[in-house]
């Protein structure tokens, strides 16, 4: 049975096997984009097996960013990869877990729903997946929906989404479904040769599920001859042309022309049936690749975070570097730095004299706190570009009010509950919540602009709309005392008087933000926050450049930070 709506949807499956981190969401997304340029209405959505409702109340370590949508959806990094190709926004239709089914489910046995039956996996489960991978499809909106179902092919919690899958196959049309499995062909260096045993595996145990592949994408760091196809095909009832290289990539976002080189989306579009004459126009993205392959110039900034062991962490971060850096035709060096390392000053002051650009990102607790607060006081006495997210805005605060305003006790009252001085504190509607999962301010909320300020500069307007995940924020009481003092709130929710941004009038380039820019900057649209922060970096390198080195700066030239410098 075709799905309902003014416009049906075809949905394509991605699965992977052998092994985790192969990359599903960067080939679904890149499918995805070559999709799109063919003049098709694409979106993808992301189904992860863990019992959480969100990934909003796991540790980075654990799980590395979480992302949110406009509408407040705390939700796995996949899908900022999907927004950032796609230029498109996601929503919480796009990422569900096991617990969000399960939660739905149990909530309707307990409402009385299925009174007299016992409620069980299949088909209760299985239908609560299958309603959700048909709701972005039934909206009429799409032409093709991407599910790409989280874990590895025989993990036991992703079991059902696998059913699921099974079943979506005979319910819709014969050419409504597409099921692309991503595989792993590793290389023996003793022997010399690419093996396909993992992939066979891997293709078996999703047979012993009932699904077949379609299309079998094979993860590899060699080149794969048309022999090593032709094996896979034969053990894997897939045709030859139905096999895929997805060779090791210098970036991520080759990935798209890799796949069309391949002929990804010509062969998944003739499998569902759907003629489409028009050439993938890429010529924008391409562009993009040589800017990003061929910078100018280079700079180096700092990141200083806490969880910076993990990179992907701060993964929508590292992007928005990106996507700037290519704008400004300048290669963005991170340096990615602990903060804890950075509590001792004369540490702090030779790690940091060698950047051009200095970001604190955000994180919670306290861990660290005190490592960026001396971040933060280095780059403003020394006229270093400054960018602060959300926690990091609010350790600009408190350095600001101790070493400026001579508020020695000032801090934030979520690491200091009862400090005399709370410049930053926890939101009035905050105050009385004791569940910690999806209670933040979450989301898309507007700030309305001073006109006279280096963020309507940077932004070109007076109202914009940021994404938000943070439960404390500057403290009002404060706000005369600060903007005498020269740091000044620029930009203000209209709604709640809550302050977004603070700009420092004194210092070349010094902002604040209360807000997530990075959760908006995608390859067509680069944030103008990253694209101005790099660019004041590159001006402050230019101007260092041009200046002769001392003999003390000479003697310094070399940094040690240890490994937490990428």
Known sequence: MAATGPKSAKYIFVTGGVTSSLGKGIIASSLAKLLQSRGLSVTIQKFDPYINID??????????????TDDGAETDLDLGHYERFLNRPTSQANNITTGRIYNNVITRERRGDFLGKTVQVVPHITDEIKRNIRLLGDTGEYDIVITEIGGCVGDI??????EAVRQLKFELGEHDTLVIHLTLVPYLQSAGELKTKPTQHSVRMLLENGVQPDIIVCRTEHPLPQEIRRKIALFCNVQVSSVIEAIDAETIYDVPLLMQKERLDQRALYMMDLYNDKDADLDVWKAFLGRLKNPGDSVRIGLVGKYVELHDAYK??????IHAGATNECKVQLEWIQSETLVDEHHCAEVLSQLDAVLVAPGFG???IEGKINAVRYVREHNIPFLGICLGMQMAVIEYARHVMGIED???????PHTPNPVISMMEEQKNITDKGGTMRLGAYSCKLKRDSLAHKIYGKTQISERHR????????????????????????????????????SHPWFVGVQFHPELKSTVMNPHPLFVQFVRAAL????????????????STARVETADVVD
Do not use: W
């Not at 403290?475 to 620029?490: S, V, W």
């Open 470 to 505: 943070h439960r404390y924020e500057f403290n009002n009481d404060y706000l005369d005392a600060f903007e005498k003092a020269g740091l000044r709130p620029t930009g203000i929710n209209p709604d709640t008087g809550l302050v977004e941004i603070v700009e420092l009038t």
């Open 157 to 162: 919690e992703s079991l059902p989404f696998v």
């Open 539 to 554: 001006t402050y390198s230019q101007q260092k450049r041009a200046e002769p080195a001392t003999p003390s700066e000479i």
């Open 55 to 68: 990934p909003g109340t796991l540790n980075p370590y654990e799980h590395g960013e979480c992302y949110v």
């Open 410 to 416: 000032a801090h934030s009252t979520e690491m200091e």
């Open 366 to 368: 306290e861990r660290g």
């Open 316 to 321: 929508s971060i590292a992007e928005s570097f």
